[in-house]
Structure formats: C-alpha cells, structure tokens
C-alpha cells in the first residue's frame, strides 16, 4: 500500500535515486523522479512505439528537459482530456517510462516519437518551472511460467487470427507479427493498445496491472467480444444482402454494430467520429462517383489513429465533400412581372441589363435546363455594377455571393491547392458556393480586368473553363479532385476596362456596357437611393432632411466630375452628417438650398460650364475615353521660327502621334484650298501638347481635334465656343468611326458642350445615348477633314 497522493516542490528533493528496470536481458537504471508528459485519449505501454503531438507550454518543455537529460520522459493518461493544466487528482495512476526516438517541430508545436520501455506508479507530482516532474516507483512484471500461463498466451494468438479472419478492415500480418513475439507482458500490453473499442480508462488500469496473466486474460476478453461482433455483423449482413441496397445494408450493418458496442459499454470517440460523418454521407444527396470517393476517405480515415496529423487532414477533406451544395438549389422565381418591380426599385435606368435578365427568365420559363449566362457589366466606377447582381439575385430568389478578384496572381486562389500541401483548401469558387449553400446562386466576379500573373500561374486561364457553359459542368478543383457542376451558377463578371482582360476570357462573356450617368439620372439616383440611405445609415428620420432637386444637381454640377455617383453620395453624406450634428446639440436644422453649398461643402470644384474660353487660335476641344468613362480635353498647338519640326508633348502614346503626323501632313498636302501660306511650313517648328501631362494617353480618336487645332494655329482662325469633336483621319481626309461614343457625349455634356463633330458612321452609337442629352446638342456628322475645319472655324472663315 502507497500513502495519500501528494504534491510537492520540486527544489525539496535534494538527491533522485534510481530504480532497475529489466527489459529481456538488458538493465536499465531509471531515475525515480522524471520530466512529466500528460496525454490526453492515449495510453502509452512498454514496448510500443507512437508519436506524440506536444503544443502545451509545460508539455513543451518537459520534452526539451527530458531531452537534455537522458530522453526519458514520464508519460501519464489525464482522466480528462478538456483539463489543460492538470494536476495530481487529473492524472491517473499508473504511467509509462519512454525514452525519446525522434523530435520534429511542426509549426504549433512538436511531434515527439517515444518507445515504452516499463511500467510505473505516481507518487507525488513536482512542482518545477517551466514543467512538472513526478517521483515515480517502478514496477515489474510477475510472470510464473507455468501451463496456464503458455495456454493463455497460445489462447490469445488463436483468437487474434480468427479476429483477423472475420473482419476485412484488419491485414492478414498482424498475426504473423503477433506470432513472432515470444514475451507474453509484451503480447498482452500491443493487443490492449491496438484495442481501439477499450476506453482510456480501462486501458489506464491494465496499465497498471503488474500481473501478466491477468492482462493476457483481458486480451482474451476483448477478443472474444470482437470475435461476436464480428460474427453477429457478418450474420446480419448475409441475411440483410439479399434484401435491401448497398447504401441500407451499410447503414444497417452500421446501427447494429452501434448497438452492440452500447450494450457492452465500449463506445469509442474515433469510431463514433467516423459514424457521424457516415450518416452525413446518408443524409446527403451526392453523385456516384463523389459518394464512393467519399465512403473510401471515411474507411480509410476510420483507420488512421487520433493522434496522427493525417487524421485531421482526412477529415477536413470529408467535411469539405458533405459542405458542398452538390445538388441543393434555390426555386427560380420567374415572375417576369415580379422581377421587373425588383430591378426598377434597385436601380434607376440601366434598361439594357434589365432587359437582358428578363429575357433569361424568359428562356428559364420555356426550357427546362438552359445554360447559365455569362454576364460582364464593363464601366466605369459608381455606375452600380456590383449592386446590379444583387438585385437580379434578389428578383430571381437566389443566394447572391460576390467574389473579388482584383489583384489575385495565384492559379489556386480559382482552382484551389492540392492536398500535398500543407494547410491546402478549395479554391475562392468552392469556398463561395459552400457560403452561398445552394448550387445556383448569382456569382460576381469582381474587377475581374484587374486579375494579375506571375510564376504562380495565370488566375485568368483557370477562369477559362469557369466561364466557358460547355466546359463548366466537370469543373475540377485541385483540391478535391472530383467533377462539380457550375452550369447552374449564374456568373456576372465586373470590370473597368476590356482591354486589359485577356481575349479568350472575355470571348466566354457577354459584355454588357454601363457608360455611366446623365444630370437628370444622377439627380434621381440621389433623390430615389442615395438621400434614404445615408439618412438610415446616419439614424436620421426621413423627413429630418429635405434636399430638393436644384441642390442635389449643383451638387452633382459642382462637386463631382464623374460617370457613377460615388461622389455624389459623399457629398450627400457630408450634408447629412453635418445636419446629424446639429440635431445631436438640438439646434434647428436650417433648410439646405442651392446658396448654402458653398458654406457647408466648400466652393465648387468645377463649373458647370466648360473648363476654359477658347479665345486663341490653336486650342480645339476633344472627346475622349477613360477606364472611369468620358472625358474632355484640350489640344493646344503653338507655332515658332526655326528648324521645321513636330514637337508633341504629353505622354502621347504611338497611336496618338501618328495623329498627328497625319493631320499635319494633310494640311500641307492641301494648304492653298485650306488658305494655309505653303511657305509658313518651311521655317517654322510647330508643338501639339495635350495638358495633364502626367497622364499617358493613345488612341487615334484624337486626330480631328488634333486636325482642327493646328488648322487654327495656321490660318489664325480660333474655333467657336463650345463645341468638341472625336473621329479618326485618313492622310485622304476622310473620317473614321470610332469608340466610347456614349460616354464621350455624356462628358461633354456634363462639361456644358453645345456642338459636337462625330464621324457619320458614328450616328447610330447614339441610340444609347439618353432622349434629354441629344436634345442639347447640336451635332454634326462628319465624313471628311475639311468638313471638320469649316464646321468649327469662327464666322468669316
């Protein structure tokens, strides 16, 4: 009999004695007092080899104490494994002496490989920084070879092969390896641990049973209970066989071995883990090659002990198989009706989309399985395109889920990592549907023109069989390496600017342009969405604001300069914010007109009109295209004595110079039908700048102004007032279509043009362009340059 268990200091021991253990031949001398390693659902027994995940700091350092003093560490069973600073009343009794095989650092801790080499009883537990230690008393095994004692061990390795006969999950060399140990302690102790239905707390107490015929009796136990399980599961599922299907007969078989294991009391936590994720795999509706797959992951994690790494990594691949939506949809709602009040609430004008998604529930109300769309909104910033997918989400009654690819260089962001690698997952596509739940919601595909390369790979090539309808249906993740279906998804794409995504990605879509907004549109988007919004946002009641239409188009006027309304609702903010605040101090909000903006947002940063007179000769108005929309610009040229010579300044690109060559070349050709002196080109350096000069621009759009500016710097003629111009020249003088037509009006009208010059074959670009926004211009279709130079000459040209 041993005295009560205690805990002591450790600096009270002043002398370790050791003890002897005999292992066959060998004697050991053991230390008596040893680094402790407590375990959680593992117990360790003489002559078995394991690792051991160490991440505790006290465990920790045990390792590294027990490392620096020989390698032989104390390892000891908690009672239980939620405690994570046990102390003498959480451990159980007996122990394992091990020494240290082998130590890896993992990253969040160490795996420690230790063989047991003998038995022990805790005395007392030591109180040590940074670990504890225990004082420990050896035991030894009592073994009288005797008959009875051989018939035991003989006993038990006929009841291992017909164990290993009965159940196909156990290999055929685990009883030539039972066979060939001649020790029966060590017989006993490697079937009891092998015994993964034997709770820790039975384990713990053969542990510490000295006695060997005793624990060669508990062998013959657990075997003899495995045995009739084996047996009653094998008779039940021959007669089940005939009966019922695969799936039932598993699930069957299942729930009888489950039961078995209740009435004996031997419910195992890994078996347990391994059962929930079966009925998981029942319960879902999964294709036949997935569900096979997955039914093999699970049988074979069932196999993998607790403590390996590679369990977890098993398991959170089974778990990423039962997430997925393989076959779990949202009823489309195809109300067209329905649809159309959603959109219109969402959004103010964007009619050409809004008739593009009510044309696919037109097609989803006649066919029964059509493919998904690939849609690609293309505008500038604030237009709404993001939002849009939202409310087509909304109006069809699908989950909606957005997915931002700006600035993603890696090829598994789409595809996902292979399990290889550590911490490996799905790709972004896999990971949103798991969010959106359903296998059809509506996927956004943000600024996906802004998709980076590097070594890694190129994310816009896997995009390639995303976006692709007849590819999409067998898309294969890296990481699951199983066929999903994405033909149900209805994928919107976003994006600045065409021209940077590459061309056989934007091939798979259908590219819908959103040029950005008129006054009037931007005026209502304010009074319709933006103004509600931030009073919410704000916790302002709806009617503790009023701001009427004239403010809300000065603002729009004065304040921003932009094709969308993101600005546009910062000022809004700003007011909002600043009448929140008097609210807050309970002084009256004064009414907000039109004279108070200057006051409360500061004075205006454009003006409605042009940005500068055209007084001199040599400056003409253009047109141009920007990746956030349309823009004007002004073409400056001057003309000085010396070297004949083209100066162009600006950061002009090739395209845009050429203009430039080409419009002075044509005023030289035909200068005495334009009333050009032909000597002035013969000592005189002419120089075109474009101002922003820190901006890059191209594009041959500019050649007519470019054209008109220079015929003005040399007939001395300045060009009227308020009126720009775009279209490519010909060294023949014709004039050229060319793009960006509705945001380039949309600029100058925002800039206060009253005239345009546009090529002829350009008229029908305007179809697009808002009813209100022609009724302010004047235009004049062009088809050649001499057409464009009489059109924009001053009166008496």
Same mark, same amino acid.
């Given at each position: 009999?041993?005295?009560?268990?205690?805990?002591?200091?450790?600096?009270?021991?002043?002398?370790?004695?050791?003890?002897?253990?005999?292992?066959?031949?060998?004697?050991?001398?053991?230390?008596?007092?040893?680094?402790?390693?407590?375990?959680?659902?593992?117990?360790?027994?003489?002559?078995?080899?394991?690792?051991?995940?160490?991440?505790?700091?006290?465990?920790?350092?045990?390792?590294?104490?027990?490392?620096?003093?020989?390698?032989?560490?104390?390892?000891?069973?908690?009672?239980?494994?939620?405690?994570?600073?046990?102390?003498?009343?959480?451990?159980?009794?007996?122990?394992?002496?091990?020494?240290?095989?082998?130590?890896?650092?993992?990253?969040?801790?160490?795996?420690?490989?230790?063989?047991?080499?003998?038995?022990?009883?805790?005395?007392?537990?030591?109180?040590?920084?940074?670990?504890?230690?225990?004082?420990?008393?050896?035991?030894?095994?009592?073994?009288?070879?005797?008959?009875?004692?051989?018939?035991?061990?003989?006993?038990?390795?006929?009841?291992?092969?017909? $164990?290993?006969?009965?159940?196909?999950?156990?290999?055929?060399?685990?009883?030539?390896?039972?066979?060939?140990?001649?020790?029966?302690?060590?017989?006993?102790?490697?079937?009891?641990?092998?015994?993964? @239905?034997?709770?820790?707390?039975?384990?713990?107490?053969?542990?510490?049973?000295?006695?060997?015929?005793?624990?060669?009796?508990?062998?013959?136990?657990?075997?003899?209970?495995?045995?009739?399980?084996?047996?009653?599961?094998?008779?039940?599922?021959?007669?089940?066989?005939?009966?019922?299907?695969?799936?039932?007969?598993?699930?069957?078989?299942?729930?009888?071995?489950?039961?078995?294991?209740?009435?004996?009391?031997?419910?195992?936590?890994? $078996?347990?883990?391994?059962?929930? $994720?079966?009925?998981?795999?029942?319960?879902?509706?999964?294709?036949?090659?997935?569900?096979?797959?997955?039914?093999?992951?699970?049988?074979?994690?069932?196999?993998?002990?607790?403590?390996?790494?590679?369990?977890?990594?098993?398991?959170?691949?089974?778990?990423?198989?039962?997430?997925?939506?393989?076959?779990?949809?949202?009823?489309?709602?195809?109300?067209?009706?329905?649809?159309?009040?959603?959109?219109?609430?969402?959004?103010?004008?964007?009619?050409?989309?809004?008739?593009?998604?009510?044309?696919?529930?037109?097609?989803?109300?006649?066919?029964?399985?059509?493919?998904?769309?690939?849609?690609?909104?293309?505008?500038?910033?604030?237009?709404?395109?993001?939002?849009?997918?939202?409310?087509?989400?909304?109006?069809?009654?699908?989950?909606?889920?957005?997915?931002?690819?700006?600035?993603?260089?890696?090829?598994?962001?789409?595809?996902?990592?292979?399990?290889?690698?550590?911490?490996?997952?799905?790709?972004?596509?896999?990971? @949103?549907?798991?969010?959106?739940?359903?296998? @059809?919601?509506?996927?956004? %595909?943000?600024?996906?023109?802004?998709?980076?390369?590097?070594?890694?790979?190129?994310?816009?090539?896997?995009?390639?069989?995303?976006?692709?309808?007849?590819?999409?249906?067998?898309?294969?993740?890296?990481?699951?390496?199983?066929?999903?279906?994405?033909?149900?998804?209805?994928?919107?794409?976003?994006?600045?600017?065409?021209?940077?995504?590459?061309?056989?990605?934007?091939?798979?879509?259908?590219?819908?342009?959103?040029?950005?907004?008129?006054?009037?549109?931007?005026?209502?988007?304010?009074?319709?969405?933006?103004?509600?919004?931030?009073?919410?946002?704000?916790?302002?009641?709806?009617?503790?604001?009023?701001?009427?239409?004239?403010?809300?188009?000065?603002?729009?006027?004065?304040?921003?300069?932009?094709?969308?309304?993101? @600005?546009?609702?910062?000022?809004?903010?700003?007011?909002?914010?600043?009448?929140?605040?008097?609210?807050?101090?309970?002084?009256?909000?004064?009414?907000?007109?039109?004279?108070?903006?200057?006051?409360?947002?500061?004075?205006?940063?454009?003006?409605?009109?042009?940005?500068?007179?055209?007084?001199?000769?040599?400056?003409?108005?253009?047109?141009?295209?920007?990746?956030?929309?349309?823009?004007?610009?002004?073409?400056?040229?001057?003309?000085?004595?010396?070297?004949?010579?083209?100066?162009?300044?600006?950061?002009?690109?090739?395209?845009?110079?050429?203009?430039?060559?080409?419009?002075?070349?044509?005023?030289?050709?035909?200068?005495?039908?334009?009333?050009?002196?032909?000597?002035?080109?013969?000592?005189?350096?002419?120089?075109?700048?474009?101002?922003?000069?820190?901006?890059?621009?191209?594009?041959?759009?500019?050649?007519?102004?470019?054209?008109?500016? %220079?015929?003005?710097?040399?007939?001395?003629?300045?060009?009227?007032?308020?009126?720009?111009?775009?279209?490519?020249?010909?060294?023949?003088?014709?004039?050229?279509?060319?793009?960006?037509?509705?945001?380039?009006?949309?600029?100058?009208?925002?800039?206060?043009?009253?005239?345009?010059?546009?090529?002829?074959?350009?008229?029908?670009?305007?179809?697009?362009?808002?009813?209100?926004?022609?009724?302010?211009?004047?235009?004049?279709?062009?088809?050649?340059?001499?057409?464009?130079?009489?059109?924009?000459?001053?009166?008496?040209?």
């Amino acid at each position: 009999m041993t005295g009560p268990r205690r805990c002591v200091e450790y600096a009270a021991v002043t002398e370790i004695p050791t003890y002897e253990l005999r292992i066959g031949e060998e004697a050991l001398d053991i230390p008596s007092v040893l680094p402790l390693l407590p375990v959680r659902n593992t117990v360790v027994f003489p002559g078995v080899t394991l690792p051991l995940s160490v991440g505790r700091a006290r465990s920790l350092a045990a390792v590294q104490a027990a490392a620096k003093e020989g390698g032989l560490l104390a390892v000891v069973p908690q009672r239980e494994p939620d405690t994570e600073e046990p102390e003498l009343d959480d451990l159980f009794e007996f122990g394992c002496v091990t020494r240290i095989v082998h130590v890896v650092d993992t990253g969040s801790g160490l795996s420690v490989v230790v063989v047991g080499l003998g038995r022990f009883r805790v005395l007392d537990l030591l109180d040590s920084e940074p670990h504890q230690r225990v004082r420990v008393e050896g035991m030894q095994d009592l073994l009288h070879e005797t008959p009875e004692a051989e018939a035991a061990r003989r006993t038990v390795l006929r009841l291992a092969r017909e $164990l290993v006969e009965l159940r196909d999950d156990l290999p055929d060399e685990a009883v030539e390896m039972l066979e060939r140990i001649d020790d029966p302690a060590r017989l006993a102790d490697l079937i009891v641990f092998n015994s993964g @239905n034997l709770p820790v707390e039975e384990k713990a107490e053969l542990l510490g049973q000295d006695d060997v015929l005793a624990r060669l009796r508990a062998a013959m136990r657990y075997l003899m209970r495995e045995i009739r399980v084996a047996q009653v599961s094998r008779s039940f599922a021959e007669r089940a066989a005939g009966e019922i299907d695969e799936h039932q007969r598993r699930r069957l078989l299942r729930e009888q071995l489950r039961k078995i294991q209740d009435e004996l009391g031997e419910t195992d936590e890994q $078996l347990a883990e391994g059962d929930e $994720l079966r009925e998981r795999l029942e319960a879902a509706d999964l294709p036949d090659e997935v569900r096979s797959v997955t039914e093999r992951e699970i049988n074979r994690m069932s196999g993998i002990p607790s403590h390996s790494p590679e369990r977890s990594v098993s398991r959170t691949y089974v778990e990423w198989i039962l997430d997925l939506p393989w076959s779990t949809t949202t009823q489309d709602n195809l109300d067209l009706a329905h649809a159309q009040t959603v959109l219109d609430e969402d959004h103010y004008g964007l009619d050409r989309i809004k008739e593009r998604v009510l044309e696919y529930l037109a097609v989803r109300k006649l066919a029964d399985d059509p493919k998904g769309p690939i849609l690609c909104f293309v505008g500038p910033p604030g237009v709404g395109k993001t939002s849009l997918g939202k409310s087509i989400a909304r109006a069809m009654g699908r989950e909606f889920v957005r997915c931002s690819l700006g600035g993603v260089r890696d090829e598994a962001e789409i595809r996902g990592h292979r399990r290889t690698y550590v911490g490996a997952m799905p790709g972004r596509i896999l990971q @949103n549907l798991k969010t959106a739940g359903t296998a @059809n919601p509506v996927f956004v %595909l943000d600024e996906v023109d802004k998709i980076g390369t590097d070594y890694r790979g190129d994310p816009s090539a896997a995009l390639l069989e995303v976006l692709d309808p007849e590819q999409n249906s067998t898309f294969s993740d890296h990481y699951l390496e199983l066929e999903y279906d994405l033909s149900k998804v209805l994928f919107v794409a976003t994006a600045n600017r065409t021209d940077t995504i590459p061309p056989p990605l934007l091939d798979r879509m259908e590219v819908i342009e959103l040029p950005g907004y008129t006054l009037r549109e931007k005026v209502e988007i304010a009074r319709r969405f933006l103004v509600p919004r931030q009073l919410e946002e704000h916790g302002l009641a709806r009617d503790s604001l009023e701001l009427d239409d004239d403010v809300l188009g000065a603002i729009a006027e004065s304040y921003t300069r932009e094709a969308g309304v993101r @600005n546009l609702e910062r000022h809004v903010a700003s007011l909002v914010r600043k009448s929140a605040l008097r609210i807050a101090e309970h002084e009256e909000v004064p009414e907000i007109g039109v004279p108070q903006l200057e006051e409360l947002l500061g004075p205006a940063q454009f003006r409605p009109e042009v940005a500068e007179s055209i007084e001199q000769p040599g400056v003409a108005t253009g047109m141009v295209w920007t990746p956030v929309g349309g823009d004007i610009v002004f073409i400056e040229a001057a003309l000085m004595k010396g070297k004949p010579e083209l100066r162009l300044t600006g950061q002009l690109g090739d395209v845009m110079q050429e203009s430039a060559e080409a419009a002075l070349s044509y005023l030289r050709a035909n200068a005495e039908k334009l009333d050009i002196d032909p000597d002035i080109f013969d000592d005189a350096q002419i120089h075109i700048h474009v101002p922003s000069g820190a901006m890059k621009k191209d594009g041959p759009s500019a050649g007519v102004t470019m054209l008109v500016a %220079l015929a003005s710097l040399l007939t001395g003629r300045p060009v009227r007032e308020k009126i720009a111009m775009t279209g490519e020249i010909t060294l023949r003088g014709q004039v050229l279509p060319v793009g960006g037509i509705k945001e380039k009006v949309l600029a100058a009208h925002r800039a206060g043009v009253r005239e345009i010059l546009m090529p002829r074959r350009n008229l029908k670009d305007l179809e697009d362009v808002p009813t209100e926004v022609l009724e302010a211009f004047k235009i004049h279709p062009l088809e050649n340059s001499i057409d464009a130079i009489r059109e924009t000459m001053a009166l008496g040209a």
